[in-house]
């Protein structure tokens, strides 16, 4: 019987270890034979490692496969800043493992081919979510690549015990549309928000979980965040984000949702809001909760900067500020 065979190899391989464990608790001398026989066994067990290495990094093995050879001879020296340099050298770097697996090699590869992007240079950061490099696109034009990661730690933990169980499959295929509809989500909100002349970075291209847009910053780094900076003119800078906060409330019917200084960059001297997956449209459920935390944010910061002002009033401000000048604006991506 077959599976009764395999368990009696279980078993029996269970009996093996514990008896090697028991020979590791009680170190003893060793004849010359033993030392042959313990040699074996090092070489077989360095020889069982290697071979589960090579199954682990198996999972680039389809970089070997001819279609994907030559679309990496494409875009490899375009990425090369943000990989490393020589040829597959970087497989098995961190960054490659987080964010570099075949879809989003593909995305690039796709992006490049239209010409959205021309180099990947360097990370500009590194997000829970995300990492976000510093790209050119065919112009020479600098822009932000923020690539979203496939899977993380806890989704990799979860996956190990699913993945398998024939009753519930497709569980990737399921997680990677998830990340694709977020991304997806980001750049429209980019979109509305870039259209009512709110002060977010421009989209320019998308491709499943590759969001291209513009940058914010200068040639050697991007600018820092509303955190980081001590503005000069604090009072304006308040003003300027609670009229953010109406507009996206009033006009553009969404609500942040994660508005703090680490989501605000200060750049050319004003303040522009990225980060705008979480943003939800006003008949959200949770749309006015977490309008009152965007709120209870911005007066956070403004008291740390030395504001009067209270949360009922910036709300009442927010709910009720006079936007008449306020016009939606043309914009040549697509919401
Ligand atoms: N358009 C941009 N131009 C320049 N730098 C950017 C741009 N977008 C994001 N960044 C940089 O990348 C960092 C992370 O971006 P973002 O907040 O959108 O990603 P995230 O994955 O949500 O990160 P976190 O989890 O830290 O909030 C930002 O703090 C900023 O330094
Ligand atoms: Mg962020």
């Known amino acids: 019987m077959a599976k009764g065979n395999d368990w009696d190899d279980e078993l029996g391989s269970n009996k093996r270890q514990r008896k090697r464990r028991r020979q590791h608790k009680q170190p003893r001398k060793q004849s010359s034979s033993e030392q042959g026989m313990d040699e074996d066994f090092a070489r077989n067990e360095q020889d069982h490692f290697l071979s589960n290495l090579e199954a682990k990094s198996g999972a680039f093995n389809w970089m070997k496969e001819d279609r994907y050879k030559r679309m990496f001879r494409d875009i490899e ?104 509809i977020w991304v997806r989500k980001e750049h429209r909100n980019l979109s509305r928000l870039s259209r009512w002349g709110l002060n977010v970075p421009r989209p320019i291209g998308i491709h499943k979980n590759v969001l291209v847009m513009e940058y914010i910053g200068t040639d050697v780094s991007a600018s820092p965040k509303l955190r980081e900076v001590k503005v000069d003119d604090p009072e304006s800078v308040f003003d300027d984000l609670l009229e953010f906060l109406a507009i996206c409330w009033q006009k553009a019917n969404l609500v942040h949702g994660d508005f703090s200084p680490y989501n605000i960059l200060w750049h050319d001297g004003r303040a522009m809001v990225i980060d705008v997956g979480q943003a939800v449209i006003q008949t959200h459920p949770k749309a006015q909760e977490f309008l009152v935390r965007d709120v209870t944010r911005l007066v956070e910061w403004g008291k740390k900067n030395g504001i009067k002002v209270e949360l009922a009033e910036a709300m009442f401000e927010v709910l009720n500020m006079n936007l008449d000048h306020v016009q939606q604006q043309t914009f040549s991506e697509e919401e």
């Open 77 to 180: 020296s375009n990425i090369q800043g943000a990989l490393g340099i020589g040829t597959y050298d970087w497989v098995d770097r961190r960054v490659f493992d987080q964010v570099f697996d075949r879809m989003t090699l593909m995305s690039l590869y796709k992006l490049m081919k239209a010409g959205t992007l021309d180099t990947l240079d360097f990370p500009i950061a590194r997000g829970k979510e995300a990492h976000v490099f510093h790209a050119t696109d065919i112009d020479g034009k600098v822009v932000a690549v923020k690539i979203f990661h496939t899977s993380n730690a806890v989704f990799k933990n979860l996956i190990q015990y699913i993945e398998g169980d024939r009753r519930f499959g497709g569980l990737r295929r399921r997680h990677r549309d998830l990340v694709d």
